[in-house]
């Protein structure tokens, strides 16, 4: 694989459309676009979410009454209260503390 050289490909990208006839200044920024580096690649962690992580701590038996098709929704002031117990441990691992008020969890 070719080291990647910007000062040798903007060289020669301003030779190459001055020669086709483009003003210095727009075959300049025409030279730097082309030289410009692609959007870093992003750097991921091999670490559980941790949404993923407390979420299941929630109850042992699970979230779903055994009487209940495994296909049923949980009930809104069910998952309300899972998602609320989640911020407040998260916020505790985060901050170590407990959130002052319930502004905190929000942001």
Sequence with gaps: MPAFNADA???SAITEQVTLGAKTKDAIRYALKKAQLRRPHSQFTTAPAATATNAPKRSPSGTRPRQRSPRAAVPREQRRRIRTDVAL???A???G???????ELLG
């Design 93 to 95: 691992a985060d901050v």
């Design 97 to 103: 503390r407990g959130p002052l008020n319930a502004r």
């Design 89 to 91: 441990r998260m916020f």
């Design 9 to 11: 490909i903007i060289d």
